[in-house]
């Protein structure tokens, strides 16, 4: 089922997010960690390629397993990083022999090691190429991409960072999904910003309960999110004690996700960082 066809739907989109790991064992945890979160009937989950799309083949035989053998709908990362054109039109007609209906169009981050982007000889620059190629070469996938309610973090100015944003859904975007944040308020700002530039598509907020306090320091500092006052100080307080570190980021997002429900938000999309405690922690406590 293409992803844009489950926003018509009254329940929320519920999504969880997974990387692929370099290992065959890592695999095999991460299929049991996915096959856990079943019960929870998600609209959807996604695999994410490593950084500099080092896990592309391990990436599309997940998503492909996935939808086969659970019977959930799974969504491809696909980047720009160190492909061709080619290569890229290879992974998609792959994806689609597979079954899969839902790819997440991204740029990609640079390959370890290196600390700016560079576009591939005969590859992409910009997801919106990338998305433009999809469309242009007629793949049926249902498209979706990125979006920072808190800016790009290699963009300081908000107001180009939204045209950029617009030239990605004018190419073809069924829908967005943000980056994490921890404050509500991020989100429902950029979202009328979105909404005054004209970008109509749905934007499916990115949530990640935290688990780890050097963990969500590390994230925010890549990705440009704030961690809030409040938060910040809930954690400092409970910093020695691991399982109460747990207890107070799976409080801090089921308080977001309730709230922004109840602001109309279209569903919610978890980081789930490869495991199923915390986020299964979230759904239940969100009665979904």
Same mark, same amino acid.
């Given at each position: 089922?293409?992803?844009?066809?489950?926003?018509?739907?009254?329940?929320?989109?519920?999504?969880?997010?997974?990387?692929?790991?370099?290992?065959?064992?890592?695999?095999?945890?991460?299929?049991?960690?996915?096959?856990?979160?079943?019960?929870?009937?998600?609209?959807?989950?996604?695999?994410?390629?490593?950084?500099?799309?080092?896990?592309? @083949?391990?990436?599309?035989?997940?998503?492909?397993?996935?939808?086969?053998?659970?019977?959930?709908?799974?969504?491809?990362?696909?980047?720009?990083?160190?492909?061709?054109?080619?290569?890229?039109?290879?992974?998609?007609?792959?994806?689609?022999? @597979?079954?899969?209906?839902?790819?997440?169009?991204?740029?990609?981050?640079?390959?370890?090691?290196?600390?700016?982007?560079?576009?591939?000889?005969?590859?992409?620059?910009?997801?919106?190429?990338?998305?433009?190629?999809?469309?242009?070469?007629?793949?049926?996938?249902?498209?979706?991409?990125?979006?920072?309610?808190?800016?790009?973090?290699?963009?300081?100015?908000?107001?180009?960072?939204?045209?950029?944003?617009?030239?990605?859904?004018?190419?073809?975007?069924?829908?967005?999904?943000?980056?994490?944040?921890?404050?509500?308020?991020?989100?429902?700002?950029?979202?009328?910003?979105?909404?005054?530039?004209?970008? @109509?598509?749905?934007?499916?907020?990115?949530?990640?309960?935290?688990?780890?306090?050097?963990?969500?320091?590390?994230?925010?500092?890549?990705?440009?999110?704030?961690?809030?006052?409040?938060?910040?100080?809930?954690?400092?307080?409970?910093?020695?004690?691991?399982?109460?570190?747990?207890?107070?980021?799976?409080?801090?997002?089921?308080?977001?996700?309730?709230?922004?429900?109840?602001?109309?938000?279209?569903?919610?999309?978890?980081?789930?960082?490869?495991?199923?405690?915390?986020?299964?922690?979230?759904?239940?406590?969100?009665?979904?």
């Amino acid at each position: 089922m293409k992803i844009r066809d489950m926003f018509a739907s009254a329940s929320p989109v519920v999504s969880f997010e997974f990387f692929p790991p370099k290992t065959d064992d890592g695999v095999a945890n991460l299929y049991a960690t996915v096959e856990a979160l079943k019960p929870c009937r998600p609209s959807f989950v996604s695999v994410t390629f490593g950084a500099g799309g080092g896990t592309r @083949d391990r990436t599309r035989e997940l998503v492909g397993r996935i939808k086969r053998e659970l019977g959930i709908e799974a969504m491809a990362h696909v980047t720009c990083v160190g492909v061709t054109e080619a290569e890229v039109a290879k992974t998609l007609r792959d994806l689609a022999d @597979d079954g899969v209906e839902n790819i997440l169009a991204l740029r990609g981050d640079p390959p370890k090691g290196q600390a700016q982007f560079a576009r591939t000889e005969g590859g992409f620059a910009y997801a919106n190429e990338l998305i433009r190629f999809v469309r242009a070469e007629g793949y049926p996938f249902c498209i979706g991409a990125a979006c920072y309610p808190e800016g790009h973090p290699e963009c300081p100015d908000r107001d180009l960072d939204l045209s950029n944003l617009k030239r990605k859904v004018d190419a073809g975007v069924d829908f967005l999904i943000t980056q994490l944040f921890f404050d509500n308020q991020d989100y429902l700002a950029f979202a009328r910003r979105a909404k005054s530039a004209s970008i @109509d598509v749905p934007i499916l907020p990115g949530l990640m309960p935290v688990t780890n306090v050097s963990q969500v320091e590390r994230f925010t500092r890549m990705c440009g999110a704030r961690v809030p006052h409040e938060l910040d100080r809930r954690l400092r307080i409970v910093a020695r004690d691991p399982a109460a570190v747990v207890a107070a980021g799976v409080y801090w997002t089921t308080v977001q996700a309730q709230d922004l429900l109840q602001r109309g938000a279209p569903g919610l999309h978890f980081y789930t960082l490869n495991q199923s405690s915390a986020t299964l922690a979230v759904h239940a406590a969100l009665g979904l």
